[in-house]
């Protein structure tokens, strides 16, 4: 695993950093991103729009619909923005056609709220980590996941996995098996569900995110 540590004193730099990342991925890669309410999430995914070549102006918060696509100008989608926060059962994860596009490999996938669809994300991603470090300020954490770091047995039944995989379960059965647990609540989520992360106005300029680095 590789960890990286920045600081960011402004959204253009935390869209610097985003662009910089984008520039390292390839289709099909995904990014998780964490961190508070106005941290600066979506303004990172500007960044990796700019990266892959989709216009950064056009990305916002897709917490009501889901998930948004950006395409490159030559109209290929590079960048799918997912934000898992009202994300309930594998029902909803179905609908925006997550298997497909852990399948497809066409675009890189940002994740907002990946704690959400905790047992559905591949074991090599990328993780970004935003934490407020002063009125102004943004410390950035990227951490490389890598599949040698996955257990070596199927984490439903218990069925050794072959090596040099980079499966955490032994069938589709055993994945679906385990996501709906979580949604079941069988896991926790280290942070509870507020209301004001319901309201709209967070997402609006201005608002939190808005604000956010």
């Known amino acids: 695993m590789t960890v990286e540590l ?30 508070d309410l106005g941290a600066g999430k979506t303004c990172f995914v ?7 070549g989709a216009d950064p102006a056009e990305v916002s918060s897709p917490t009501f619909v889901l998930e948004h696509r950006y395409a490159d100008a030559g109209g290929g989608t590079v960048l799918v923005h997912i934000d898992a926060y009202r994300i ?3 029902h909803d994860l179905a609908s925006i056609g997550w298997d497909e596009l852990m399948a497809s490999g066409d675009s890189v996938i940002a994740v907002e709220w990946p704690s959400r669809i905790a047992p559905a994300l591949p074991d090599h991603r990328v993780e970004v980590r935003i ?6 300020v943004r410390e950035i954490e990227i951490e490389d ?10 984490a ?10 980079d499966a955490r379960f032994c069938s589709d059965r055993c994945r679906m098996g385990d996501l709906g ?19 709209g106005d967070a997402w609006r300029p201005g608002g939190p995110e808005g604000r956010g680095r």
């Open 145 to 154: 996941i890598h599949p040698s770091s996955r257990a070596t047995h199927c």
């Open 131 to 136: 934490r407020h470090a002063g009125e102004d």
């Open 46 to 52: 500007r960044g990796l729009a700019r990266g892959l």
């Open 88 to 90: 309930r059962s594998a």
């Open 6 to 35: 920045r600081r960011s004193s402004s959204p253009g730099e935390t869209e610097r950093l985003g662009a910089a990342l984008a520039m390292r991925l390839a289709p099909g890669m995904l990014v998780t991103l964490d961190g």
């Open 156 to 165: 439903t039944c218990g069925t050794a996995l072959p090596s040099g995989g």
């Open 181 to 199: 647990r979580w949604f079941r609540g069988d896991y926790a989520i280290g942070r509870p569900i507020e209301e004001d992360d319901l309201h």
